[in-house]
């Protein structure tokens, strides 16, 4: 428990009222004074009660789109034997504040209450602490309680149905082989070290022997598609919105891709990299990542495993040559260029929109 604002400007004020009237012989001021102070010692005693209250507060949905609706749910109990006067609730969520106002709640009784998120920007939201405050009618003494417990709210980017990239999906030749299926039933996609759970058949030995670590063959089929998403966030490229807009534009792709279960990477210029198998579990992880990527200057340029499809996802007039000289390594490659054109070499198809919906619907209506 402690006093308001105003409950130390009435304190001082009472102590002042009471100094005055016998110095001036007013007993008037000495009476305001005296019923200033009891306002203050009852507003002190009113609020000084431990608040007995069992809290549980849930996030619905705990992922949602940009601009979606989330909620939290809080419901409070009455632990204690005595009935529990009003009190207010406030959770902080993103940088903001959302205040719930309880009733009085008797011995056992419990009170629920919803309010809204924000989710208008993306990211990883930490919901909470929620504290729980009492005052008295004139706010002059609060009461606080901090339950201590936080919640995650993640913001993904917004997606639009996007057909997964199917053409152009990798095959090496070999003399006398028409372009089809391999020998065998898998294919090298990368060499990477060891985990717990790999085959010690994959093991990659000539890797290991130089890095002086486990190293194992990352092996996939062949037969299905592969696809990568570079979102290019160099700083300066692209503004926050038509960064925001991009960021949308990847999250579709990614998600039609794996949604198709194919194996599917996103890949940023400061060196994120992330690849899954496709699959709701998959896409929740794309996602995750895509909500947490900002405009990070970059390191060296990013190496992208060769093989299926690539796509950039980029601005008007961004240097892709890093990119475009790998253009044989790769089925397909499509640059996605949002306000303005990009200057890419021949044999590279280039998507120009000013908006991701109007990027996934010209990808939709141009991409087999």
Do not use: C
């Not at 065998?184 to 717990?196: H, I």
């Not at 995750?288 to 060769?306: C, H, K, N, Y």
């Amino acid at each position: 428990m402690r006093p308001t604002r105003r409950g130390v400007a009435v304190t001082a004020a009472a102590g002042l009222l009471l100094a005055a009237g016998p110095a001036l012989r007013y007993p008037g001021l000495t009476v305001l004074g005296a019923i200033l102070a009891a306002a203050v010692l009852a507003a002190v005693g009113s609020t000084a009660r431990k608040l007995r209250l069992e809290v549980h507060r849930s996030v619905h949905p705990d992922r949602v789109e940009r601009g979606r609706p989330a909620l939290a749910e809080l419901r409070v109990r009455n632990t204690g034997r005595r009935r529990q006067a009003g009190f207010l609730a406030t959770d902080a969520a993103g940088g903001a504040a959302r205040t719930v106002r309880l009733t009085g709640l008797l011995a056992g009784a419990e009170a629920v209450r919803h309010y809204e998120l924000p989710t208008g920007a993306r990211g990883r939201v930490t919901v909470g602490p929620l504290v729980l405050q009492r005052a008295d009618p004139f706010d002059l003494a609060r009461h606080r309680l901090s339950t201590g417990v936080t919640a995650t709210l993640w913001v993904h980017p917004r997606q639009f149905p996007a057909r997964p990239l199917t053409a152009g999906v990798p095959r090496h030749h070999h003399e006398g082989r028409p372009d089809g299926a391999l020998r065998g039933s898998a294919e090298l996609l990368d060499v990477r070290e060891y985990v717990p759970g790999d085959e010690v058949r994959h093991l990659h030995w000539k890797a290991t022997a130089r890095t002086g670590r486990l190293m194992v063959r990352d092996l996939t089929d062949p037969h299905r598609g592969r696809t990568t998403v570079l979102l290019d966030n160099r700083p300066g490229v692209l503004g926050d919105a038509e960064f925001e807009e991009a960021v949308d534009v990847a999250a579709s792709l990614l998600s039609g891709s794996a949604r198709a279960a194919q194996d599917t990477r996103l890949r940023t210029w400061s060196g994120l990299d992330v690849a899954v198998p496709g699959g709701p579990d998959g896409i929740r992880l794309l996602l995750d990542e895509l909500s947490q990527v900002r405009p990070e200057t970059p390191g060296a340029d990013p190496v992208i495993p060769a093989g299926g499809g690539l796509v950039v996802v980029t601005g008007a007039g961004a240097a892709l040559e890093a990119v475009t000289a790998r253009r044989p390594r790769f089925g397909t490659v499509v640059v996605v260029a949002l306000g303005g054109p990009v200057p890419v070499p021949a044999g590279i198809r280039v998507l120009r929109a000013d908006s991701a919906k109007e990027a996934v619907r010209l990808w939709n209506e141009t991409i087999a």
